[in-house]
């Protein structure tokens, strides 16, 4: 089976892998899946490409109808627990399977969405004629993205491998947040992996340091530290750890999800948004880019660490306490972890010899 996901229709390859990743799911090794997805994965993405210009070319402006308060329509979670998962995962199939048919005001109801434009059945068949490669590769990225995080957030030596494919992370990279794969292998492939951290702590004239392993989010990395860095938070009269059972689901030693949430009154910011003359966050002289939008106030709870510019190797952050100037809010991080098999955790945590804080690492 595992031979047949290269297959040169990137929807047949499609299935294939979707029940690969299924088998995965209840207990298959994940490495031979997972280093067979990776070139067909790559080409359909570079062939799916296309359409964003070729719907440019032949369809027309459509804003979203179902969008969520940003206006933007969310992809479905790759890793909820769904005891229909395996019939939902068999719906998916050719082109027609993206359709939403919506009267766009022209007697027509469309059958595409690309980046904001809409394709008529007619227009679809006329970029087929064109390129069917593309037209193919862009209806199965509907499925690419389920069996390659099954089997890649389970075996993280094939998921470093795939993180240092320049190649594919470009592919996806030019696709953004236009499908519900890219999204998520965005997401995936931004998970740290033996990544050294440095915190400074401004109103403690502190830095500490601690290297994180298959965190993905912000959220999940502040909860871990609740308790790795509870000295420090304490001292700034900070939110205390969180319980064990917000750890367990944060470091996947737990369920994906449970009730309630952390309170965290203690904020990180990224590094380029301390006043260097405090080193304290100050608003309006660093623009920050997430799923969710920009901004220059701080980082928000859906930043990646893994996307913070390293440097000399380090990511710095800069962690302020509910007494500082500038942190607005208590913000409750719910109890949840993007990947349901990519375990996390943090480790080395040591205070840095005493030097300035501010802006460097010591």
Known sequence: MIGHVDDEHPQVGAHIALAGGALVEHGASPTELGRALVAPLERALVDAARMVAYAKQY????????????????????????????????????????????????????????????????????????????????????????????????????????????????????????????????????????????????????????????????????????????????????????????LDVMSGAGPQSSDGGYSSSFAFYPIEAADPTTGLPRDGIYEWTAPGGTGTHSLPGDFLPGTIAPRDGVRQLVMVGPKAPGLRFVRIISSSRMFDALGARISDVRKLPSSSPRGAVP
């Open 59 to 246: 369809g027309h402006e459509h804003a979203h109808e179902h969008a969520d308060d940003d206006g933007d329509v969310p992809p479905d979670d790759p890793d909820v627990p769904d005891d229909d998962e395996d019939d939902e995962a068999g719906d998916h199939g050719e082109a027609g399977d993206h359709r939403h048919e919506h009267d766009h005001g022209e007697g027509h109801a469309h059958a595409l969405e690309i980046g904001g434009w809409a394709l008529t059945d007619e227009q679809l068949e006329t970029i087929a004629a064109r390129d069917v490669a593309a037209v193919r590769a862009w209806a199965s990225l509907e499925m690419w993205y389920r069996p390659a995080v099954a089997a890649w957030s389970r075996d993280l030596s094939v998921l470093r491998e795939v993180q240092a494919r320049s190649t594919l992370r470009a592919a996806i990279d030019a696709l953004a947040g236009e499908t519900a794969t890219t999204h998520w292998l965005s997401v995936l492939l931004a998970a740290v992996a033996s990544a050294p951290f440095v915190v400074l702590v401004p109103e403690l004239e502190e830095a500490w340091a601690f290297t994180a392993d298959g965190v993905v989010d912000m959220g999940q990395l502040t909860v871990l530290l609740s308790k790795a860095l509870a000295d420090p938070l304490a001292r700034l009269g900070a939110s205390g750890p969180a319980t064990e059972a917000e």
